[in-house]
Nanobody, 118 residues
Framework: QVQLVESGGGSVQAGGSLRLSCAVS????????MAWFRQAPGKEREGVAT??????RTYVADSVKGRFTISIDRNTLYLQMDSLKPEDTAMYYC?????????????WGQGTQVTVSA
């Protein structure tokens, strides 16, 4: 059974940094893409960053561009978050599969909470 387990969330002041990790069971490169999503209370889930495992191409949302970096090391997916803002507060989820735009077909982790205070 595929398992994705996130960690690294927490509370931080604005301007601070956090690094989220997502440990992936099985071979991470068997998935075409891995991604981070987030959902704040009362808001829709949004894609934050995507990485394609075979060519390492990455995409990040405009709202986090220049502040967040997605990467893979061995069998773990990372999201380095710098210059955090209060609006980054959300539950963050990692996911993976063939098409990261088709969220219903992805494997998902349980989420990790990020809270940024002003």
């Amino acid at each position: 059974q595929v398992q994705l387990v996130e960690s690294g969330g927490g509370s931080v002041q604005a301007g601070g940094s956090l690094r989220l990790s997502c440990a992936v069971s099985g071979y991470i490169y068997s998935r075409n893409c891995m991604a981070w999503f987030r959902q704040a209370p009362g808001k829709e889930r949004e894609g934050v960053a995507t990485i394609y495992t075979r060519n390492s191409r990455t995409y990040v949302a405009d709202s986090v561009k220049g502040r967040f970096t997605i990467s893979i090391d061995r069998n773990t997916l990372y999201l380095q978050m710098d210059s955090l803002k209060p609006e980054d507060t959300a539950m963050y989820y990692c996911a993976g599969g063939y098409n990261c735009d088709s969220t219903s077909r992805l494997d998902w982790g349980q989420g990790t909470q990020v809270t940024v205070s002003a």
